[in-house]
């Protein structure tokens, strides 16, 4: 039987950085990733390989770092783990005893059970699995008709890519906008405005009753009684932890089937850790139980695994997820961090609202400037900000990271009005009206 001390199953990103930080912070201890692909996929990158970056093989998650550390990496599939004797059974019939456990098996596209059709040829989900996705590319390249079921991240940047590559793109989504579950109206509104003027057909307000074919999708019937044809349906309904094999083996998984793990990452079993989209988080804000799954939130928790595995860092733990996120529509970037204005609402928290358009180069005729909105939603009672959303140009993405930062910390309308910021013509937003400070400005305001 083959032996390691840390065993880390699961090899997208949070297998890369639970590996990468346990062989760098425990240089004496072999460490082991068991992965079922050959090549893994970039996570965020995927909708991107059909159309900007052309093909799965320019979104790669390279080996190098994991190879120059002395990782070993073995392409298997995990079929039983016993937590007892701490041996991991694969398909190939390896054993491997270890003495701490990473679990980053990740997630599955959510397919209802209700939706008939599914079954259909040429009725597509977007999983991380290189041949699906290569597979799910050719059939697209003879096909014009595509309806895309769905307008989170995911099925707004694949229904970009594929109106740039030239197809007839139908987008779906049962509520009032696209992106409407995770920005408030005015951002979802303008989100969907520029979708819709790029080319991509929009009908919000609206689900879907059936995928329509004899052996191969021909409509989507809405549950409205409208059909739509189609040569292909890509559904991009959420996704599900994929926690199989941690409910096999006896870890404790909570109410929405992630595995529970505490603020070091800490299943319910002795060494054994979980990390990224199979493990449980709470709210950072709310206390409650967040079904977010986030490549960056995946890399946070794997790091704090890979940190803790064998004492405890009280400077590594996990307070909760705040969920950051950004995408770009054209030259239109949009970012979210933490509680945005209905759901610190529906949360029962008492908020000020604070919003400033600028421009985010000075002078705004730099040739890439763009218009840039920041809307802050503060706690009434503390002057803590909750979150952030911002809707600009490039740097958005870095932005509303920095929102996100100050959210962490607890930082309030005073904090932000302090804050010291490099300013370059270039670069960013002039000093003076800096779009985050005047924001902040306008809460500080309605909170005296």
Request: neutral net charge; charged residues 20%; aromatic residues 6%.
């Amino acid at each position: 039987m083959k032996k390691t001390d840390v065993l880390v199953i699961g090899g997208s990103a949070t297998g890369l950085v639970a590996a990468t930080t346990a062989k760098s912070n425990y240089p004496d201890k072999s460490v082991t990733v068991i992965r079922k692909e050959k090549k893994v996929m970039i996570p965020c990158g995927i909708p991107y390989i059909f159309g900007t970056v052309g093909s799965s093989d320019n979104n790669i998650l390279s080996d190098e770092g994991l190879v120059k550390l002395g990782v070993e990496i073995i392409v298997d599939e995990v079929t039983d783990i016993d937590g007892k004797t701490k041996v991991c059974k694969t398909q190939n019939g390896l054993e491997i005893g270890y003495d701490k456990l990473i679990l980053g098996t990740g997630s599955m596209p959510s397919i209802p059970r209700w939706l008939k059709g599914t079954g259909l040829q040429n009725v597509f989900t977007i999983p991380k699995n290189k041949e699906y996705l290569d597979k799910l590319h050719e059939t697209l390249n003879g096909l014009t008709k595509v309806i895309v079921v769905g307008a989170g991240f995911i099925g707004v940047e694949i229904s970009d890519e594929l109106n740039k590559a030239g197809k007839d793109v139908t987008l779906v989504e049962i509520l009032p906008h696209v992106l409407g579950a995770t920005f408030d109206d005015e951002f979802a509104i303008e989100a969907e405005a520029l979708l819709a003027q790029r080319g991509v057909k929009i009908k919000t307000n609206i689900g879907i009753e059936e995928i329509l074919g004899d052996t191969k999708v021909t409509h989507v019937k809405l549950n409205n009684g409208e059909v739509l044809d189609a040569e292909a349906v890509i559904l991009s309904l959420g996704y599900l932890p994929n926690s199989e094999i941690a409910k096999k083996m006896g870890l404790e998984l909570n109410a929405f089937g992630f595995i529970k793990a505490d603020q070091y990452r800490r299943t319910s079993m002795p060494d054994v850790f979980a990390a990224g989209d199979c493990a449980e988080k709470i709210d950072f804000s709310t206390g409650k139980i967040s079904k977010v799954m986030l490549a960056s939130t995946a890399c946070t928790e794997a790091r704090i695994a890979g940190l803790n595995l064998y004492d405890l860092n009280t400077f590594a733990t996990f307070r909760g997820t705040i969920g950051i996120y950004s995408t770009c529509i054209g030259e239109t970037a949009f970012g979210v961090a933490g509680l945005i204005e209905k759901t610190a609402a529906q949360e029962g928290f008492k908020i000020v609202i604070g919003s400033f358009t600028g421009v985010d180069r000075h002078p705004g005729k730099i040739p890439d400037a763009h218009k840039e909105t920041v809307k802050l939603i503060v706690s009434r009672h503390s002057g803590v900000l909750l979150g952030g959303e911002v809707m600009g140009g490039k740097g958005v993405g870095q932005l509303i990271n920095a929102i996100g930062i100050a959210v962490q910390n607890h930082m309030t309308i005073n904090d932000l009005l302090m804050m010291q910021m490099g300013t370059q013509p270039l670069l960013t937003a002039s000093p003076a009206g800096m779009p985050l400070i005047k924001a902040a400005e306008s809460v500080a305001k309605a909170l005296r």
